[in-house]
């Protein structure tokens, strides 16, 4: 069974910096394509960020540019570093992730999912 647990929520202000991680057991974490999405209060759940087993990134246009994503297959581990954070990043932020997938973008792309870390932005 695959468990993905995040870490590195808080509550930050503006213009500043956190760096979510995102543990993966149960099977071969270089394997899996993962994502990050995000879902504030009363809004649907969006695409943040994306890396492919090589390394290949993509990026909503609201965060290119602020945020990087990144993988350590070692650690078994998905990073999503935020720099200059804005009010409006506030959501919960989740990872996913997919056993031999590719760039993907779309939440039904995804069948590994983590509980969610809670990321606030005070303006």
């Known amino acids: 069974q695959v468990q993905l647990v995040e870490s590195g929520g808080g509550l930050v202000q503006a213009g500043g910096s956190l760096r979510l991680s995102c543990v993966v057991s149960?099977?071969?974490?270089?394997?899996?394509?993962m994502g990050w999405f995000r879902q504030a209060p009363g809004k649907e759940r969006e695409f943040v960020a994306a890396i492919t087993w090589s390394g290949i990134q993509s990026y909503a246009d609201s965060v290119k540019g602020r945020f990087t994503i990144a993988r350590d297959n070692a650690k078994n581990t998905e990073f999503l570093q935020m720099n200059s954070l804005k009010p409006e990043d506030t959501a919960v932020y989740c990872c996913?992730?997919?056993?031999?997938?590719?760039?993907?973008?779309?939440?039904?792309?995804?069948?590994?999912w983590g509980q969610g870390t809670q990321v606030t932005v005070s303006s």
């Open positions: 996913a992730g997919r056993e031999y997938g590719g760039n993907y973008r779309a939440v039904s792309d995804y069948n590994n």
């Open positions: 149960g099977r071969t974490f270089a394997s899996f394509a």
